[in-house]
């Protein structure tokens, strides 16, 4: 079994492996990155679904500003595995700790979710699992079988963890021949800043389960994102869309870090839409197919609209290049 925590109904309690730090000095948001608290039919009715199927999404775990928008029309990014993760990256606002069992029920229950909702289009995510001898490979592929026998018109985009050190299970193999049509893994940010932003991870190692994607399926799209705001610099965003280019990467989003308390990395910076549309042009002079760049951007955010005009991107470049 599996449980919402429910962001509306109750508050969170403080991350117990982040209660050691200081308070940071939180900056005051500007006007472009405001958004209305979700109050809608649609939005209430997501939820029920999403409680009544005892699923988890990322979309109340991560505290996203785009819940409101998002489940008005229905749409949600399913967590699968659990809500406490095994890292504790200083961005996150997923729990830390021990997690419990996975559900062998979840696959399923995803699934009929994904069918009742109608969904043209998924994204599933996960925590991490360094816990699971394949970071639970084998249950993202369990997850995409099932939603292909609910839903075989449903398109899929997961959102994976970096298997780190789970070669010998080949857990990135097992997840590849499910064939997600896309397949998406955060960088999260530059590489000078993973030391004390994403500390459980490796820069390298993350480009290069994008690569490996490409290289096993040539046909599943490739997709990462980052946020700025944690103190890069505009010259170390540029290195590092080149290095997703080099990997092949399709799609690129570029969002604004929002800190959810005051015990996480504090934001250095709000980046103005200005600067979001320059990286956009940017990216598209590199070589990317999409380019989401944006104060409010998250991974998933447009997802389906997004998938539309990444395959008709990729048919168009076919056309060029025949």
Not at 51 to 71: F, M, Q, R, S
Not at 124 to 133: A, K, P
Not at 142 to 151: E, G, N
Request: aromatic share 6%.
């Amino acid at each position: 079994m599996v449980t919402v925590v429910n962001l509306v109904d109750k508050p969170r309690p403080r991350h117990p492996e982040k209660a050691h730090r200081p308070d940071q000095e939180v900056l005051r948001k500007p006007e472009w990155i405001r958004v209305k608290a979700p109050v809608s039919r649609g939005y209430l009715e997501t939820r029920d679904i999403v409680k009544n199927n005892k699923l988890v999404t990322v979309c109340e775990e991560a505290g996203c500003p785009n819940i409101g928008e998002c489940w008005d029309k229905k749409h949600a990014t399913f967590m699968i595995m659990g809500e406490i993760c095994t890292r504790a990256c200083a961005f996150c606002n997923v729990a830390t700790g021990i997690p419990t069992a996975l559900d062998p029920e979840e696959p399923v229950n995803v699934a009929k979710a994904v069918k009742q909702m109608a969904l043209s289009h998924v994204v599933i995510t996960s925590v991490d699992r360094d816990d699971l001898h394949d970071g639970g490979a084998q249950h993202f592929a369990d997850v995409i079988h099932a939603i292909r026998a609910a839903s075989p018109e449903t398109t899929i985009e997961i959102l994976t963890p970096d298997f780190l050190r789970k070669d010998a299970a080949n857990a990135l193999e097992i997840v590849v021949a499910a064939k997600p049509d896309v397949f998406n893994h955060n960088l999260e940010t530059v590489p000078s800043n993973y030391l004390t932003v994403r500390p459980g991870a490796r820069y390298f190692h993350s480009l290069r389960l994008l690569q490996r994607v490409k290289e096993l399926d040539p046909t599943i799209f490739t997709k990462s994102g980052i946020m700025v705001g944690l103190g890069e610099e505009r010259n170390e965003v540029l290195q590092l869309m080149d290095d997703l280019r080099t990997a092949d990467v399709d799609f690129i989003t570029i969002g604004q870090y929002l800190a959810p308390t005051r015990k996480h990395h504090p934001v250095k910076k709000f980046v103005t839409p200005d600067e979001f549309k320059s990286f956009e042009t940017v990216a598209y002079t590199k070589g990317f197919l999409m380019v989401s760049s944006s104060p409010l951007t998250r991974s998933s955010h447009h997802a389906g609209d997004d998938f539309a005009r990444l395959r008709e991107a990729r048919a168009r470049k076919l056309v060029a290049t025949a």
